[in-house]
């Protein structure tokens, strides 16, 4: 079956730390992607990979980074964390066509302190 | 800017009930999907339309995808605790999904 896995459920940081969020995939997919999702708002793109080594910045990719060296894992950066990147963030990946069917992790809900 | 507006965003309703859940956009989309997510879990797709007017049955759902492809509709007949869960819709631009608000259904037994 299917699997993306993220490293953290919950995590807890402080204002102004560098947080890494991890997420891999065991399907062998080429497109892996980064989302927040808040109340109201649905889910907004981060940054997204159609590649090893490739990234491309989403809808609102303001304070994050990504690293992608390897095709199963994809990491999602927050250089230096604020309050207002208080969210829940999911990683998902799908196969060949980026805007095709997209298989999601369970999610990391990441509080900034 | 939202491209993707769901409503209602709140859905209370008994077992039994029948409800409709609306996907609109002002953009044309090449195919649309719909996705569940239960507490604690990620987005699981249900179904996706891709031709205009299109109409697909998944047991007691049902979906349409509007004959301009700008919108989109998810209908649930005879409502059960089962069905309690986000719906999201999504929508398929250049090299990515738009998705919508999403819409918290709860169905009470």
């Known amino acids: 079956d299917v699997k993306v896995t993220q490293s953290s459920r919950y995590l807890v940081k402080r204002t102004g730390e560098k947080v890494f969020l991890e997420c891999v995939q065991d399907?062998?997919?080429?497109?892996m992607f980064w989302y927040r999702q808040d109340p109201g708002l649905g889910l907004r793109l981060i940054y997204f990979s159609y590649d090893v080594k490739m990234k491309e910045k989403g809808d609102i990719p303001e304070g994050y980074s990504v690293s992608r060296e390897k095709k199963e894992r994809f990491s999602l950066i927050l250089e230096s964390a604020s309050t207002n990147q208080t969210s829940m963030y999911l990683c998902?990946?799908?196969?060949?066509?980026?805007?095709?069917?997209?298989?999601f992790g369970d999610g990391t809900r990441l509080s900034i302190l | 800017t939202q491209l993707l507006e769901q409503s209602p965003q709140f859905l209370s309703i008994q077992e039994g009930e029948n409800l409709t859940v609306y996907c609109n956009s002002s953009?044309?989309?090449?195919?649309l999907q719909w996705y569940r997510q239960e507490p604690g879990e990620g987005p699981v797709l249900l179904v996706t339309v891709v031709t205009g007017g299109e109409v697909k049955k998944l047991k007691r759902l049902t979906f349409q995808f509007g004959d301009a492809r700008k919108d989109s509709s998810l209908h649930i007949t005879a409502a059960q605790p089962g069905d309690t869960g986000l719906y999201l819709c999504?929508?398929?631009?250049?090299?990515?999904?738009?998705f919508g608000t999403g819409t918290r259904l709860q169905v009470f037994p």
């Open positions: 399907m062998d997919h080429e497109n």
């Open positions: 999504a929508g398929a631009r250049t090299d990515k999904l738009i």
């Open positions: 953009s044309v989309f090449s195919s």
């Open positions: 998902a990946s799908s196969p060949g066509w980026a805007k095709g069917p997209q298989h």
